[in-house]
């Protein structure tokens, strides 16, 4: 097998990876009603199993890439990918919440490890003016997962029960094992990377307020995606048959987003950040106002998911601008900071729906996270200006 296809079966190996993390991950959202009814809690009590996932994101990322900073790549893919599908099987078996908790807290332990590095090591497997087309090769796995996977284990959720979508998430997981086995080469993690170095560059203010910014305002988009299902089907009055194409609809505002995003951040990286989550501000605020308006709210999703994905990659852009050097922990942070975003949209999510304020109050609390995000970016990108001001003057 020549290296150009072996490395585009390995860069599929990874994408394939990609899209079992993002099914697993937002899944779980639009399965809750059938989680919850099954384990005999609440929508809100279901939805701590997404807060519980997140925060499994949010330690293994930090701690994985501390400690793992001269293991071979393949080896450490292979290893996050088989907990990945281990803690899949067994969220599938889990019999009550606080088992389903702890499984779910496991199976996010490796998602920050593995679409982080996915992304470095799909760069390192062409040639350098290859490289950009390696890394959104990988990253369409991610973008594939909310136009099929979600809307496929949403299917399966009504279909067969929700244990079964988990099941056929495992087996995408077993299947991404053995193509990192067959198809990913050795790959030696550079000898200059330490756990210190790593560290050390995570110590910048320009560094963690992105992150912050990122915790924060993408908390506004889950705390209305958590609860989309019962939001759909209960607000909007739409019906469960229907919601898949729902979720596809937001999956394909993601992607579009995915594709504008790159000649937005090819004309400002920061801008384009802005832009993003101050959108998602904006539609939120619609969302909350219109929900009971299907003709209303569906076009709005679709745009709330563009500017999800600008948001993201204008964050990945600045970040890997900022911590150049550092590679595999930035990586690995940002998608922590997604997944706490993740764990405090669906907490307040939760929170308010259980005050009795209605399905409308998520995407309000969202807006409120939203427009918190915001300022924190801007905080960032003024004592930015700042500093280039103060460096020219020195």
């Known amino acids: 097998m020549s290296h150009a296809r072996s490395a585009s079966w390995a860069i599929t190996a990874l994408a394939a990876g990609g899209f079992a993390v993002g099914t697993t991950e937002f899944a779980s959202m639009s399965l809750l009603p059938w989680i919850a009814q099954e384990l005999g809690v609440t929508n809100p009590q279901a939805g701590l199993a997404v807060s519980a996932y997140a925060i499994g994101v949010v330690v293994g990322a930090p701690l994985i890439t501390s400690l793992t900073p ?21 969220t599938a078996i889990v019999p009550n919440l606080p088992l389903l908790l702890a499984a779910r807290f496991f199976t996010g332990l490796p998602h920050g490890v593995t679409l982080g590095i996915a992304a ?3 760069s390192r497997l062409v040639r ?10 990988v990253a369409l796995g991610l973008s594939i997962a909310n136009i099929l996977g979600v809307p496929a284990a949403t299917w399966l959720g009504t279909a067969l029960g ?6 056929v998430i495992a087996g995408i997981g077993a299947a991404t094992v053995f193509g ?18 790593e560290l050390r560059s995570m110590t910048r203010v320009q560094i963690w307020l992105p992150l912050v910014a990122g915790a924060v305002g993408f908390g506004g988009s889950f705390a209305f995606y958590t609860y989309i299902t019962p939001t759909m089907t209960e607000v909007t009055g739409i019906p469960i048959s229907a919601l898949p194409w729902v ?22 990286i920061d801008k384009s950040a802005l832009a ?32 999800m994905s600008l948001f993201t990659n204008g964050l990945q852009a600045r970040l890997m601008r900022e911590a150049s050097d550092a590679p595999n922990m930035s990586a690995a942070m940002n998608h922590a900071a997604f997944n706490m975003a993740n764990a405090l949209g669906a907490f307040l999510g939760g929170a308010v729906v259980s005050a009795g304020w ?11 996270l939203a427009v918190a995000g915001t300022c924190v970016l801007v905080s960032a990108y003024t004592l930015q200006r700042r500093q280039v001001r103060e460096s020219r003057h020195a």
């Open 276 to 307: 993003g989550v101050s959108g998602m501000a904006i539609l939120l605020a619609l969302v909350a106002l219109t929900a009971h308006i299907p003709y209303v709210v569906l076009p709005l999703m679709f745009i709330m998911g563009s500017a």
């Open 180 to 197: 990192l086995i067959y198809f990913l080469p050795s790959l030696p993690s550079k000898q200059e990377s330490s756990a210190k170095a």
């Open 358 to 368: 209605g399905y409308r109050a998520p995407a309000a609390i969202g807006v409120v």
């Open 120 to 122: 470095v090591v799909a």
């Open 162 to 167: 929700w244990r079964a979508a988990y099941i």
């Open 70 to 90: 001269r293991t071979d790549r393949k080896r450490l893919l292979i290893m996050c990918a088989t907990i990945f599908t281990a803690g899949n099987l067994l």
């Open 247 to 268: 979720l596809v609809l937001y999956g394909c505002g993601m992607t579009v987003g995915s594709l504008i995003s790159g000649p937005c951040l090819d004309r400002s």
């Open 128 to 137: 350098p003016e290859k490289s950009g087309t390696a890394i959104s090769r």
